[in-house]
């Protein structure tokens, strides 16, 4: 975006951040809708449960984890010990050790303790998805954008879904439900149109991870062990046949700024 | 046994965080292994096409209207469409074949 101020360093940054924060709340909008659609559906399992609208609430703007507060939901419901739960939550959402792992290495330089913090506590799928896809350093504008947009309507539907069960029409949950995996493609077919390697990577993943529905063994594993498992071997053989050349990894972020090719459109 | 609705949230809570902080808080730096590095470079995209597929398909009451909706999706995608568009685009295709199919 052409800036009025472009003579002013200070303004520049300024406005940069700016229109940083504002990519970042229209970016929060699909994961929004697709947010309120699935949180609304957790909203019901944790009345199931015998949660209030409150504690689902709290819950949701707490741990921003689908999976994980299914799982810790049923927890509840079943009376279990604290200790199954803590358990049960690691295994639920062990992925996010890698996320986070890859994550770190995207902060510039001297981040601040706070601000890591803040990133990994909205570290999501979704979040991940779309900073991660942007160029250069992860921005906490950005993020900030994203999630005031998209953790009200998580933590609001997870209420919702307590208090009103079943009021959405079955048709319109079904539909928002496929908004966060719309997301995610526009995330990594971009990158598989670039590169055959990705393309090549992406058709391998999506093959092995229908077929881990039906391995015996594999298939009896919940969802999220089965996708560190497809994650971590097929990065490390992509990693150990296709390495890529050590450099340092990210531009200047002032520099990525101008380019920006994946946020041209909408 | 008895048990505290809020005890348990705040122990999901707090193991969450864990698990999201923990690696960011003990990788202070750039991890400089070429192999590690090239690892974590492919990490974001393979994950996210191991929860698309064949999530997707699952999602929907049909799944004709989730493997319609990935088609969409991919193709819309391609043509350069940004998240906002592509996820309006998976909507609108389940919501529409569902009309028919369910």
């Given amino acids: ?46 009345a199931a449960s015998g ?75 979704e979040l991940f998805a779309i900073n991660m896809a942007r160029p250069g350093y992860l921005s906490p504008y950005y993020t900030l954008g994203n999630i005031l947009t998209a953790s009200p309507c998580w933590a609001f539907g997870t209420a919702l879904g307590c208090m009103a069960g079943d009021l959405l029409p079955l048709r319109l949950t079904s539909a928002l439900g496929v908004a966060l995996y719309g997301m995610f493609l526009a995330v990594i077919i971009p990158q598989a149109k670039e590169s055959r390697l990705m393309a090549g990577l992406i058709v391998i993943t999506f093959a092995l991870s229908c077929a881990c529905q039906f391995l015996p063994g594999i298939s009896s594993l919940s969802e999220g062990t089965r996708v560190i498992i497809i994650t971590v071997a097929v990065s490390s053989l992509a990693a150990y046949f296709f390495p890529r050349k050590v450099q340092e990894p990210e531009r200047e972020p002032a520099a990525s700024a101008k380019e920006e090719p994946a946020c041209k459109e909408a | 046994m ?98 028919i199919l369910v």
């Fill in chain 1, 1 to 46: 975006m052409p800036s009025a101020a472009a003579g002013y360093a200070g303004i520049r940054t300024e406005s940069k951040n700016l229109s940083v924060f504002q990519e970042g709340i229209r970016d929060g909008i699909p994961i929004a809708m697709g947010y309120f659609a699935v949180s609304f559906s957790l909203g019901i399992a944790a």
């Fill in chain 2, 2 to 99: 008895s048990t505290n609705t809020y005890i348990y949230i705040l122990v999901m809570a707090a193991v969450t965080f864990f698990i999201r902080f923990m690696p960011i808080l003990l990788t202070n730096g750039r991890i400089k292994s070429p192999f590690i590095q090239s690892f974590l470079y492919y990490v974001p995209t393979v994950t996210l096409a191991a929860m698309t597929v064949p999530s997707i398909i699952r999602a929907t009451q049909s799944p004709i209207a989730g493997a319609a909706a990935l088609a969409a999706g991919a193709a819309a995608a391609w043509r350069g469409k940004g998240l906002f568009v592509t996820a309006i685009i998976c909507c609108a295709t389940v919501f529409l074949l569902e009309l």
């Fill in chain 1, 51 to 125: 949660l209030t609208p409150f504690q689902g609430f709290l819950s949701s703007i707490l741990c921003h984890a689908s999976a994980g507060e299914y799982a810790g939901f049923s927890i509840i419901g079943a009376g279990a010990s604290y200790l199954e739960m803590a358990l049960l939550i690691f295994v639920a959402n062990a992925r996010y050790l890698l996320m986070s792992l890859a994550e770190s290495q995207r902060m510039a330089p001297g981040t601040p303790l706070g601000v890591r913090s803040f990133f990994s506590f909205f570290l999501t799928d």
